[in-house]
């Protein structure tokens, strides 16, 4: 949700979900980093070696969460708990910095004027 938020582009996403680059892309890092393939999912899903520490409520309030990046997420990467990984890409650009570090500045001047909780309601 993140990289959805800061970053101009994202593979894959919802807005770019079947890119043939990115399947090309997903295929040679898997290879060049020795990653394994997890069987019948979707190209870029691998093995990563660690799993989530998510328990079954954490689980269905992601599931819950409307927010199309991680809907999309879930949906490409059902198998998260089990150690699963998403090979994700990102550019890095002039114009994809910039557009991030605007987001951020946008993001924090927002949460600047909001109200704050008093502590005790915490």
Request: include cysteine.
């Amino acid at each position: 949700m993140l990289l959805s938020k800061y970053a101009r582009q994202v593979w894959p996403s919802a807005r770019y979900p079947d890119d043939r680059r990115y399947q090309r892309i997903a295929a040679h890092l898997t290879q060049a980093f020795r990653l394994q393939p997890v069987a019948n999912a979707q190209p870029g899903v691998v093995h990563v070696g660690w799993r989530t520490r998510d328990d079954e409520a954490d689980q269905r309030k992601w599931a819950a969460i409307p927010h199309q990046a991680a809907q999309f997420y879930l949906s490409r990467n059902s198998g998260y708990v089990a150690g699963h990984g998403l090979l994700t890409l990102v550019p890095v650009n002039t114009a994809c910095v910039l557009h991030a570090i605007r987001s951020l500045l946008i993001d924090r001047w927002a949460r600047l004027w909001q109200p704050r909780q008093s502590r005790s309601a915490a």
